[in-house]
């Protein structure tokens, strides 16, 4: 491409900001049983926090490990004003635990999962454990529950994975989009929700970047200058989460159309005058993430705000999807956080980076 004609592609990709909210459609909570796994991490409590503000469910169950976080959140949302909330203890590695946590639910939000990239790679064992055991342990408890619908959520770092955690989720994908099939006429759907990096979230940069200036770090530490990432807020990964619940068929993976920028934009936006210390890529990194590899946009179709990728065995699925107004994808596509054409410009990262201190 000649260098003009770059330069311009270049400018119009960096001024464009995601104002998407995917709040349209949602899945209604009201009257229903809720159970989320993992219901004390970042996104549970963003969910719980929204299904408290929005919906008035009948139960709306926090099944986590954790009885301080519990605890904490409990303070947080106090018995008298939101008398449908029940706190479960368990873990995700207790299949009759989940059976017996599961009785009477309608709808399940599976969040647990073990998550920090350098810790997977050097506890294997524990990884697999919790995040495809764990996955065929909500199935099974699904199942036998007579569960009616269940959206596992899942990450970039299981499309072509490097790394074990990603790996990990790439089986437990699997899992949930074999479990339709499973399900058979139990009636349960299962679907996956496949998305980038979290800006409000624990253990995401932001807030690290955050940590270190108030600390008065004299720079920022970053593994790559070229280095690229999907963001999301925690409030629009909610609303994906509730709005796919509502137009799964079963075994879909859906995948939001989000804003892409370098881990540099990122620290400079955090702090302006502080200047960056390369470090290097850690174990089990990528330099660029993606979410629909090649391979899969075959049989994936594409939304106005989402791409679905369907099961590759069954077309008629993806014929579904095309007569009720879907598009397919060119051959070839992919989608990538260096190749994406929605970028966060500074405006944008700034209204991404306040949403994002709200939780």
């Known amino acids: 491409m000649p260098a003009a004609n770059l330069a311009e592609s270049l400018e119009a990709v960096q ?34 926090q929204m299904a408290c503000e929005e919906f008035r469910p009948k139960k709306l169950i926090i099944f986590s490990r954790d009885e301080l976080k519990q605890y904490e959140m409990a303070q947080a949302f106090p018995p008298e004003r939101y008398p449908f909330l029940r706190y479960f203890i368990g873990d995700v590695r207790d299949a009759a635990r989940l059976e017996m946590a599961m009785r009477g639910v ?19 064992f524990e990884c697999i454990k919790t995040n495809v055991m764990g996955a065929e342990n909500v199935v099974n408890a699904a199942i036998s529950a007579g569960v009616q619908r269940v959206v596992a959520l899942s990450t970039d770092k299981a499309a072509n994975p490097i790394n074990l955690y ?14 339709q ?57 909610v609303n994906f989460v509730l709005s796919s619940m509502e137009m799964m068929a079963g075994a879909e993976i859906f995948v939001p159309k989000i804003p892409s920028m370098h881990t540099t ?17 850690r174990p089990g990194e990528k330099l660029h ?71």
């Open 15 to 48: 001024t464009v900001a995601s104002t998407r909210d995917f709040r349209t459609p949602r899945v209604d909570l009201n009257g229903k049983v809720v159970l989320i796994t993992g219901g004390t991490g970042s996104f549970g409590r963003a969910f719980v």
């Open 106 to 124: 309608d709808y399940v939000i599976h969040a647990a999962a073990l998550k920090h990239v350098p810790i997977a790679e050097y506890n294997p």
């Open 166 to 179: 990603g790996a990990s989720k790439l089986a437990s994908d699997k899992i949930f989009v074999a479990a």
């Open 181 to 237: 099939a499973m399900a058979g006429d139990a009636g349960t759907r299962f679907s996956v929700v496949r998305y980038g990096n979290v800006m409000g979230s624990r253990g995401s940069v932001a807030p690290f970047f955050r940590k270190l200036v108030a600390e008065g770090a004299v720079e920022l530490p970053i593994t790559d200058a070229r280095m690229t990432r999907f963001w999301i807020t925690l409030e629009q990964g």
């Open 265 to 281: 934009e990122l620290a400079h936006a955090i702090a302006p005058n502080l200047p960056h210390k390369l470090v290097g890529i």
């Open 289 to 359: 993430e993606i979410m629909v590899p090649e391979d899969d946009a075959r049989s994936a179709v594409e939304l106005d705000d989402r791409y679905v990728i369907l099961p590759s065995h069954d077309l008629s699925r993806r014929d579904a999807w095309l007569e009720q107004g879907a598009r397919g994808l060119p051959e070839g596509f992919s989608y990538t956080s260096d190749r994406n054409p929605e970028r966060l410009d500074a405006r944008g990262l700034q209204a991404l980076l306040a949403q994002s201190l709200g939780h």
